[in-house]
């Protein structure tokens, strides 16, 4: 089992940046195909982006497409999300997720506020 803790969240104007983290323990990332969702208030838990077990494959949300990268360094065990461009939409707490078929694990979330 691993557990999964994110940071790197905040307050942050319109057009402004953020790096979030997502930190392991238990196990080892490296086994683990990675991701970030958000939840905002009312809604419900959106994917966002996601990067494969060794870095080489990345996908994301139309919505967040060209502005967030997901990476990871597993000599680390760790996943990050560097978000530009910051958009008010964008306000949500942002979780991390870890996936092995048939298994997920859940971060606790950091919540990210883009004032407008």
């Known amino acids: 089992q691993v557990q999964l803790v994110e940071s790197g969240g905040g307050l942050v104007q319109a057009g402004g940046s953020l790096r979030l983290s997502c930190a392991a323990s238990?196990?080892?990332?490296?086994?683990?195909?990675m991701g970030w969702y958000r939840q905002a208030p009312g809604k419900e838990r959106e994917f966002v982006a996601r990067?494969?077990?060794?870095?080489?494959?990345?996908a994301y949300a139309d919505s967040v497409k060209g502005r967030f990268t997901i990476s990871r360094d597993n000599a680390k065990n760790s996943v990050y999300l560097q978000m530009n461009t910051l958009k008010p939409d964008d306000t949500a707490i942002y979780y991390c997720?870890?996936?092995?078929?048939?298994?997920?694990?859940w971060g606790q979330g950091t919540q990210v506020t883009v004032s407008s």
């Open positions: 997720n870890a996936r092995i078929v048939p298994t997920a694990y």
């Open positions: 238990g196990r080892t990332l490296s086994v683990y195909d």
């Open positions: 990067i494969n077990r060794i870095g080489g494959s990345t």
